[in-house]
């Protein structure tokens, strides 16, 4: 179908909308402008009248939208409109140049609107939910990896500080248990080192001066004694300052 309005001014002639249906139920409306030849005015209103946008314009941009919107699928037409604006011209332009005696000009073409019927719109709109959830998916199953991956470094971090202070505490026990080792070891030689000093120093006068005195005080007690068998001291059975009876 193609509805044409035209408007003259400036003495171009602008046909403010052809629309054409294709065979899938694609709608695009186009306007169009172009000059007449002043050189073959009169040949052109004699052969066609005052029909000559009808004869001539509408026809080849009829033709020409055909032709280009046929190499696209309907789906991304809406996306190419200026790739296709520009084959439009490029074709129109042949085509009106093409018409014997040249009666007009091709002056410019804008591809107003490309509607898609309503179930290539409704695929259109199912593809694209479909890509929206699928990106949505895929954020989700991102976001997803790296709360595991951070989930992951917190545990492998406890886990870390946990081996960090079990290895703290383990030297400290066995710097501990040296230290106590090494305590004990010390007191044990300095006791021997003493003991050793002391049996060096018990020389024989010195053991026969203890003897001495240790005759001396048994004499001066007052209760009964008895001296090992193994000293040179005598068995005293007598209470001093006593009569014995």
């Not at 789906?75 to 093409?98: F, H, N, W, Y």
């Not at 939910?129 to 709360?147: F, G, V, Y």
């Not at 305590?183 to 020389?203: D, F, G, P, Q, Y």
Request: with cysteine; proline share 4%.
């Amino acid at each position: 179908m193609v509805r044409a309005d035209h408007n003259i001014e400036d003495g171009s002639i602008t046909v403010n909308s052809i629309s054409v249906t294709d065979t899938r139920g694609l709608d695009v409306d186009v306007s169009v402008r172009y000059q007449i030849n002043s050189a073959t005015i009169p040949q052109t209103i004699a052969q066609y009248g005052s029909g000559l946008g009808e004869m001539l314009v509408n026809p080849n941009v009829r033709d020409a939208i055909r032709e280009i919107i046929a190499h696209y699928p309907a789906k991304i037409i809406p996306i190419k409109r200026a790739e296709i604006g520009t084959q439009l011209d490029k074709l129109v332009q042949s085509k009106l140049d093409g018409i014997k005696g040249k009666p007009l000009f091709f002056a410019g073409s804008n591809l107003r609107a490309v509607t898609l019927p309503q179930k290539i719109r409704a695929n259109i709109t199912k593809v694209q939910e479909a890509r929206q959830q699928a990106e949505q998916s895929k954020q989700a199953t991102e976001l997803a990896k790296q709360e595991a991956h951070r989930k992951a470094a917190v545990a492998e971090g406890a886990a870390k500080k946990r081996r960090i202070s079990a290895d703290a505490l383990a030297y400290t026990r066995v710097t501990e248990a040296k230290a106590t080792a090494e305590a004990i070891e010390v007191k044990a030689n300095a006791r021997a080192h003493a003991n050793k000093v002391l049996a060096e120093s018990l020389t024989p006068p010195l053991i026969s001066l203890k003897e001495i005195e240790a005759r001396q005080k048994l004499y001066e007690s007052t209760s009964l004694k008895i001296v090992p068998e193994n000293s040179n001291m005598l068995f005293v059975d007598f209470f001093k300052n006593s009569k014995c009876t």
